[in-house]
């Protein structure tokens, strides 16, 4: 079992680990797999009719759950020593070291389109080219901030009280519901509001591209498994078939049948949080 710790913890043996884990699945082509699905969710995941998974749905949660573990045993194959870092965004913002040239590198540059310049991860380094996107840009690109600002702790207390799952109509319209509020389109707003700050290639569908898409989803998981530690005897919802959304036993594309939001509720049998 692995253990996933806060970006700010980790050793520089690990930040070193993770960075080459990431650009070895980056030129074996794995990591382009893992951006095409999550775009896939943008032609499926509509209001009208067609049924949402990944986005603006209850299934947002055990969606990623699954998308990230699935993520970090890609990363666990080339480097077994590899689990996935949070970022609190409560507690590192533009100073971070987060974004030092040796770990996930810096914002972009405004005359440059906000290309990133430096860093692992920008195009120039040879590594990092966008060939699965959303957008035309072939090479990353972040924009601080920009009128945007990171979620508090007394943001994340609000979230964490509300003591239900989800609730109808099941989508960004939902009132009293912790996943809605998680989410962002409801509430303090806090994983869209962390997308938005990022900027760039954060802000679009094509949001894995930027490597610290998978630290911000952790930090997400983590707070939903604060939330069910606080809410035991509360579960996902809705329980029963409901059009247009995937119940607690219903299965989540584009993974088998099996795959349920039930299966991914218990997630010590994959990680802990340190």
């Known amino acids: 079992m692995g253990v996933r710790k806060n970006q700010r913890d980790l050793t520089a043996t690990e930040r070193t680990n993770f ?9 074996n082509g794995g990591y382009d797999t893992f951006v095409r699905q999550h775009i896939d969710r943008a032609s499926t995941d509509g209001q009208s009719g067609a049924q949402r998974v990944g986005h603006d749905t209850p299934s947002f949660l055990p969606w990623h759950r699954k998308y990230l573990v699935e993520f970090e045993n890609a990363l666990k194959a080339i480097d077994p020593s590899v689990n996935l870092p949070y ?28 290309r990133v310049a430096s860093g692992p991860f920008a195009q120039g380094s040879g590594n990092w080219t966008l060939n699965v996107r959303s957008d035309s840009f072939t090479f990353l690109r972040r924009r601080f901030a920009n009128g945007v600002t990171l979620p508090t702790a007394a943001n994340i207390t609000t979230v ?3 003591g239900t799952y989800d609730t109808s109509p099941w989508n960004r319209n939902a009132t009293g519901s912790f996943r809605n509020a998680l989410e962002g ?11 938005n700050w990022v900027g760039g290639t954060m802000a679009g ?3 894995p ?26 579960s996902y919802l809705p329980g029963t078939p409901t059009n247009t959304v995937v119940s607690i036993d219903g299965g989540m594309a584009p993974w088998a049948s099996t795959v349920t939001p039930r299966s991914q509720l218990d997630h010590t049998q994959w990680y802990t949080y340190q």
């Open 185 to 195: 389109f409801q509430g303090p707003n806090l994983h869209n509001r962390v997308h």
């Open 205 to 207: 569908f094509g949001s």
């Open 209 to 234: 591209n930027d490597p610290v898409f998978w630290l911000h989803h952790c930090n997400v998981d983590r707070l939903w498994a604060q939330w069910q530690a606080r809410f035991p005897a509360q």
């Open 87 to 114: 970022w609190d965004w409560t507690t590192d913002g533009t100073g971070s070291t987060l974004w030092s040239n040796d770990f996930l590198g810096p914002s972009g540059v405004a005359a440059q389109n906000y």
């Open 19 to 27: 960075v080459n884990a990431v650009l070895q699945l980056k030129s």
């Open 160 to 162: 964490l009280a509300i």
